[in-house]
Structure formats: C-alpha cells, structure tokens
C-alpha cells in the first residue's frame, strides 16, 4: 500500500487504489467543492473526506474519519469486499449500496434525503426522507420521514412520521 502524504486532484477527480491516505481530502477552495473522489480497492483513508460524488469501486476499503458527499455515496454493483466507515456518513441526497458481494459497516449515524442498503451493519442510527434496507443489521434507530422499507432485518427501533 502507498502512503500518500499530499492529495492532489486531476479532471475534478481523484482516484485512489492500494492507498493509505493519512490527510484529510477537504476543499481548499470554493472550485474544489465539485470533486469527485472514487476509491478502487484496497485504501485506508485516516481523514475526513468531503467529496460531491464519493464512489466505491471495490474494497476493501476503510475511512477513519466523517465522510460527507454533496451528491452521492455510490458502491457499484459489482463491488466485492469490506467497507468500513468509523465515522458519520451524510449525503445531501443519497447512499446506496445493493452490491451484494460487498459488506458494509457503518459504525456511527447514517444521514441523507434517501439511504438504500444491502448486506450491511450500522452500528448507531439511520436518518431519511425514505430508508429502503434488505438483509441489514441496524443497532440503533431507524428514522424515516416519508418511506421505510425493511426485508430481512434486524433492528432496535423502528420510526417513521409523516411531515
């Protein structure tokens, strides 16, 4: 794994594979803020990570610090591994991840205006407009808005109110 001291972004984007990131991937400037960051496998992120699009390719992959995605957290399809997020995650719109060979692990609050899983552990809660949830564990609450969907989990509490 190559550690990365300094992150630098190419085409509005940037891609990390077989990375140990140890600084935080934060905008500096006001052009920043519209950068994508996609991790390819194999990465561990020490940081914050503040991206418009955070997209997992594949794991494994591991960030020890908040993530928040101004558009979408996105695992692909495909994806296969581990994925480990210690932190808060929180997205402005999305967080999806149906990739049934890769397993997810959230261990802080889950927060965006729709949260749709498969096949993965959230160790606190889980706060959306609509939550759709297939083969998910969650220990702490799950709070939906407008929609809840739940197939095969497991779960503490369950709340949903209409605005």
């Known amino acids: ?25 934060l905008p500096k400037l006001a052009r920043e803020i519209e950068r994508d960051v996609v991790a390819q496998g194999d990465c561990v992120l020490e940081g914050a990570v503040f991206a418009r699009n955070f997209e997992i390719q594949q794991g494994p992959l591991r960030v020890k610090g908040p993530v928040f995605a101004q558009v979408e957290l996105h695992v692909n399809t495909d994806a296969k591994g581990m994925v480990v997020f210690e932190k808060s995650v929180g997205s402005s719109n999305s967080i999806v991840s149906l990739a049934p060979g890769c397993r997810m692990l959230f261990l802080a609050d889950v927060s965006a205006k729709k949260v749709k899983l498969r096949n993965a552990y959230v160790g606190a809660s889980i706060f959306a407009e609509e939550v759709v949830l297939e083969d998910c564990i ?12 739940l197939q095969n989990c497991v ?9």
């Open 138 to 149: 969650v220990v702490g609450g799950v709070f939906a808005t407008r929609s809840l969907e």
């Open 155 to 163: 779960r503490s509490e369950e709340h949903t109110s209409e605005l």
């Open 1 to 25: 794994m190559k550690e990365l001291a300094e992150i630098t972004f190419n085409d509005n984007r940037i891609l990390l594979k077989d990375n140990l990131v140890r600084t935080p991937i």
